[in-house]
């Protein structure tokens, strides 16, 4: 018997660990509410057509690919270090602390002889990632002994390790463990991710791309606001000037006919100086308003 759409559910991996606040700010902002509970790796979230399960982000790939989970958010770096063979259905540009992309980096102690992937011939190379890190070594014909780490790596090297390969966002804790980067093996970001059969399927993959629109919606709206103003239609020229837009702004008349009011969307970081500069430029009732989403 074919199921009603109440009756359809989508099984949606939550990362746990360090990805999994940032996730959930992520959704909350999306208008998707999830409560976590540390006695239960299954998140309660606001839709009763998604039920959630808390997996290590190193893991989702793995449980997306066997339809354990049909989507999933993780690390690009794990979709690559496990080859599972899923599909993406967007990136995410979000990490645990910025919204910048992740990099796996190797790395030696600051006094090491060490200054290319050539010399670390023969060596020992302590990382999480171990499949990541062969292909490398292989990509540049190195033949080293990969063992893997499970933390605490930064501190390995000399004693333990000649050289590491780990993840950094800022670098701040591979400074102060005294280690260089060499190289960088791969550079990363978060990825929305489902099982083949699950996107075959019509009502998840419309599911899946609701999500992915509200989740990247709110993204893109990171950073924005809104500007609203009016202005004399002898000002408007100069006024627009002033404007760097994300589109097009929008001119609207009003009743009194010698004026417009404009309202377009700009950079937050550009506001203090672009609304004195708008002021000297005719503009007034200048309005800031904040942007939850952009979609366009």
């Not at 940032?22 to 839709?47: C, M, Q, W």
């Not at 893991?59 to 997306?64: G, H, I, L, N, T």
């Not at 990363?188 to 999500?211: C, G, H």
């Not at 010698?258 to 100086?273: H, L, P, Q, Y």
Request: with cysteine.
């Amino acid at each position: 018997m074919t199921a009603t759409m109440s009756e359809q559910i989508l099984n949606l991996g939550i990362p746990a660990g360090s990805l999994q606040e940032a996730t959930a700010e992520l959704f909350r902002k999306a208008g998707y509410n999830i409560k976590f509970s540390s006695r239960s790796y299954r998140p309660e979230i606001d839709d009763p057509e998604i039920k959630c399960l808390q997996i290590r982000a190193q893991e989702m790939a793995r449980y997306v690919e066997q339809g354990v989970l049909d989507a999933g958010i993780t690390g690009h770096d794990w979709i690559v270090e496990t080859e599972a063979d899923v599909v993406e259905i967007c990136e995410l540009m979000f990490s645990k602390v910025s919204r910048r992309p992740v990099r796996w980096v190797l790395c030696v102690p600051e006094d090491s002889a060490v200054q290319s992937v050539a010399d670390l011939e023969g060596k020992r190379i302590a990382t999480e990632a171990v499949g990541l890190t062969k292909a490398y070594l292989e990509k540049h014909g190195v033949t080293a002994k990969v063992e893997f780490s499970w933390g605490a790596t930064e501190v390995k090297p000399p004693e333990l390790a000649d050289a590491i390969v780990e993840v950094t966002e800022t670098g701040s804790s591979l400074r102060a463990n005294h280690l260089r980067i060499v190289d960088e093996v791969l550079e990363s970001t978060t990825r929305f991710i489902a099982n083949k059969q699950a996107v075959e399927d019509p009502w998840k993959k419309q599911k899946l791309d609701n999500i992915a629109l509200m989740l990247r919606s709110c993204l893109a709206a990171e950073g924005k606001v809104g500007i609203m103003m009016n202005v004399r239609r002898d000002d408007l020229e100069e006024v627009l000037k002033q404007l760097p837009a994300l589109q097009t702004p929008t001119v609207s008349s009003l009743s009194d006919h010698e004026w417009v009011a404009i309202n377009t969307i700009v950079d937050e970081s550009v506001v203090r100086t672009m609304v004195p500069q708008l002021k000297a430029a005719g503009a007034r009732g200048i309005i800031e308003y904040a942007i939850n989403k952009i979609i366009d």
